[in-house]
């Protein structure tokens, strides 16, 4: 059993919870991870704190095929890709605007295929024709959606996506924990974000029937999927799908 604390010991507590408020740092120490992040590994972005959970997440699944929904400045590509490199696979990421240009070295941008299109547009017959070319089942064993953060374009991307999962893959949301307008990082700094009204979370709740206080980290298990969310950084959350007798 512990010993009863004394009073200068509680004291002493106190002083250090006020002079050293509760921050980490993220850091990304696999090789490979870090030589595709490059300068990002250290800039900062609302995707770094999540990086190396979308890495491992991905790597997981044992990917062959790997789907990025909204690109833009290809910060969470780079972890995509490292995670590809390891394991032998391939990323597409999907955008409306063209984000075709990815400042890479060769051995991670042979891995990358950017298609411009709306991603729930993409998600049927022009998936299946390209997965076809390719030889390889039309589904994806990592599937990574950070696009409007909208509730009815993350309820339509659920829909569409989910059918397009493999069997034990893993769909992978940021901004499931976008609050009222701000948003904190992991190290304790705080930057303005916008408030989308629950919109992501409550979308993924509904699909799972479930209710979550996204603002907590939790792990939960839900209709057939394995649910980690981490609620620092707007949030992320990842649905793990369990195999069969689960
Ligand atoms: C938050 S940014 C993505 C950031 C990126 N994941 C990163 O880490 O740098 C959102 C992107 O989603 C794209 N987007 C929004 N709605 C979309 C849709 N319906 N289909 C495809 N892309 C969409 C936007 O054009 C934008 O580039």
């Not at 993220?26 to 959970?53: C, I, K, Q």
């Not at 298609?115 to 998600?123: G, N, T």
Request: charge should be negative; proline fraction near 5%.
């Amino acid at each position: 059993m512990q010993p009863a604390m004394s009073e200068v010991e509680k004291k002493l507590r106190e002083a250090l919870r006020s002079a050293r408020p509760a921050r980490w740092l993220a850091s990304t120490p696999h090789p490979v991870l870090a030589e595709a992040l490059g300068r990002w590994a250290d800039a900062p972005s609302d995707m770094h704190d999540h990086l190396g959970a979308l890495f491992a997440e991905t790597l997981a699944a044992r990917p062959r095929l790997i789907i990025e929904l909204g690109t833009r400045g290809a910060v969470s590509t780079r972890a995509l890709l490292a995670a590809a490199e390891v394991a032998d696979a391939e990323v597409v990421s999907v955008d409306i605007q063209d984000c075709s240009s990815l400042d890479m070295s060769e051995r991670f941008a042979r891995r990358w295929r950017f298609v411009r299109s709306d991603d729930i547009a993409f998600a049927g017959e022009p998936f299946a024709l390209f997965c076809a070319e390719r030889g390889l089942p039309p589904q994806a064993e990592a599937i990574f959606i950070d696009t409007s953060h909208t509730y009815e374009q993350t309820r339509a991307e659920l829909e569409h996506w989910l059918p397009r999962l493999a069997p034990e893959g893993v769909m992978m949301f940021h901004d499931t924990n976008m609050g009222d307008g701000w948003f904190r990082r992991l190290d304790g700094a705080v930057s303005r974000g916008w408030d989308n009204q629950r919109g992501v979370i409550r979308a993924i709740e509904e699909r799972l029937g479930r209710r979550w206080d996204e603002s907590t980290y939790f792990v939960d298990v839900a209709d057939g999927f394995l649910v980690r969310h981490a609620p620092w950084s707007s949030g992320f959350t990842a649905l793990r799908r369990l195999g069969p007798g689960a």
